[in-house]
């Protein structure tokens, strides 16, 4: 995948995270800080129904569009799932979760790009 098939990827789970009214949605470049990933999209919702209702609308509205997910963690619990698209890693967290652990600052050195 090149840097804007990812980029593209990252921008397109952030909007489909904001149709099911995620809250905070940010895109993190990793791309030259760590090999882990070349982005995050963070976002929360204040549910754990919130929060499987915007992963499972990423997974569907990107398989559609040919861009399977390749695993999956944190489904069950619901208060962080992780969706692992290789280039892109999706972080959909429960609002306590995400304050808590602050990947964002944990990342703080990382460009962000806010969707809205």
Same mark, same amino acid.
């Given at each position: 995948m090149t840097e804007d098939q990812a980029l593209n990827l990252a921008?397109? =789970?952030g909007e489909y995270a904001l149709e099911k009214k995620a809250n905070d @949605?940010? $895109?993190l470049t990793l791309k &030259?800080? *760590?090999? !882990? *990933? #070349?982005?995050? @999209? $963070?976002?929360? =919702?204040d549910a754990d129904v919130q929060v499987k209702a915007i992963a499972n609308? !990423? !997974?569907d509205k990107l398989r559609e569009e040919d861009m399977p997910v390749w695993n999956v963690e &944190?489904?069950?619990a619901g208060r962080w799932i992780l969706l692992d698209f290789v280039d892109v890693v999706v972080? !959909? @967290?429960? #609002? #306590?979760a995400r304050e808590y652990y602050g990947l964002e600052r944990l990342w703080g #050195? =990382?460009?962000t790009e806010s969707i809205e």
């Open positions: 921008r397109k =789970a @949605v940010q $895109i &030259g800080i *760590t090999s !882990i *990933t #070349d982005y995050f @999209v $963070i976002c929360s =919702a609308n !990423i !997974i &944190g489904y069950n972080h !959909i @967290v429960h #609002d #306590d #050195d =990382a460009p």
